[in-house]
């Protein structure tokens, strides 16, 4: 069974930075496609960003492109957000999502295993 495990969560101002890491042990890490999603209050659970297997093509919301990364080491079974420039509206549960197939995708429901999440707040 795959377990996947989000820690760097955080309070930080706006404009500011914060970088989220997902330990994944368990299955093949390098196998699986990975992807970030986030959760407000009251909202429903949306897509952040994706990453293919090897890490070769990423794919991320407008609402985050351009001030987030996201990326891997397969060596280490670890997938990253880097998250700069934040904004009040990013505060949310992020979590960690893992497909059982190579490539990524923005559905929540094409992913097979989920984290518990970690809280970012962003303050004004």
């Known amino acids: 069974q795959v377990q996947l495990v989000e820690s760097g969560g955080g309070l930080v101002q706006a404009g500011g930075s914060l970088s989220l890491s997902c330990a994944a042990s368990?299955?093949?890490?390098?196998?699986?496609?990975m992807g970030w999603f986030r959760q407000a209050p009251g909202k429903e659970r949306e897509f952040v960003a994706g990453?293919?297997?090897?890490?070769?093509?990423?794919y991320y919301a407008d609402s985050v492109k351009g001030r987030f990364t996201i990326s891997r080491d397969n060596a280490k079974n670890t997938v990253y957000l880097q998250m700069n420039s934040l904004r009040p509206e990013d505060t949310a549960v992020y979590y960690c999502?893992?497909?059982?197939?190579?490539?990524?995708?923005?559905?929540?429901?094409?992913?097979?295993?989920w984290g518990q999440g970690t809280q970012v707040t962003v303050s004004s």
């Open positions: 368990g299955g093949t890490f390098s196998r699986y496609a």
């Open positions: 990453i293919s297997w090897s890490g070769s093509t990423t």
């Open positions: 999502a893992g497909r059982n197939k190579g490539y990524f995708t923005n559905g929540r429901n094409d992913y097979d295993y």
